[in-house]
């Protein structure tokens, strides 16, 4: 069976930068085992699969995620490179699309040559700083964020200097068994900056991460006083993130480039 496969590079207006990632749209869904398979052959941080819901539904299509190791409850960069491909190959009239996910709703609008995620405000909870933390991170501070939905853990460093020249230790940060570590300081020409490591996902370093906007956003409008905030990745690859916070919902925006089609030819 040959289904269509797309590759977007996400949160950049040029091929090469931002975050690539692979979008399939489905007739139905296989064995969580196929999915899960072909993303580790994908070998990105992250597939999405996309299947079509009957006209009437609260969504138009339902999304799931996977990393080369597992499935996620919540991806900004994927969603919005399945928001380019529906808008740009699947004949999509609309400005707006719906993705029904184990997130709830998103939804995804068109402004210009950006591309604006409607993502939830995730809680997020202070608490000392787990000691694997100080051992995989030279410099982390005494106190950290723990995020419930996702098992993220984050800290707040001095400076945009200190996150980019952090190194973190992989298997330390294997050891916590969750999700893995955002860490983020104010920028020097932006808002503020992060990086994102995710080596419980599979994933040592996340080019772009949309979806750990979902708490940056909250955190810093409030240490900043302003909804209204523009954001970097500081990955070797690089992305640029226009956010605004709105109650419990955040608008993530970013750009997508089209790198590729092809088909998957499953059995």
Known sequence: MKTP??????????????????VMPLESWPADTTLQ????ENNLSETAFLVRLPS?????FHIRWFTPAVEVPLCGHATLASAWVVFNRLGWERDQVTFLSRSG????????DWLVLDFPNLAFEERPTPPLIHQALEGAP??????????????????ESAVRD?????????????????????????DFVSRYFAPGAGIDEDPVTGSIHSVLVP?????????????????????????????????????????????????
């Open 105 to 112: 709703p998103l939804g995804v609008r068109k402004n210009g």
């Open 166 to 190: 952090a190194r973190p230790d992989m298997a330390a940060l294997r050891e916590l068994g969750n999700q893995g570590l955002i860490i983020t300081a104010r920028g020097d020409d932006c």
């Open 219 to 267: 955190y810093w409008a409030d240490v900043l006083g302003k909804s209204v905030l523009e954001a970097r990745q500081l990955s070797a690859r690089g992305g640029l993130l226009r956010c605004e916070l709105k109650g419990d919902r955040v608008d993530i925006a970013g750009q997508a480039a089209f790198y590729m089609e092809g088909s998957v030819h499953l059995p």
């Open 56 to 60: 009437g539904a609260d969504a138009d």
């Open 5 to 22: 496969i797309y590759q977007i590079d996400a949160f950049t207006d040029r091929v090469f930068g931002g975050n690539p990632a692979a």
């Open 37 to 40: 398979a072909i993303a580790l």
């Open 142 to 159: 005494d106190r950290a964020f723990h995020v419930p939905n996702d098992t993220n853990d984050m800290v707040v460093l001095d400076s």
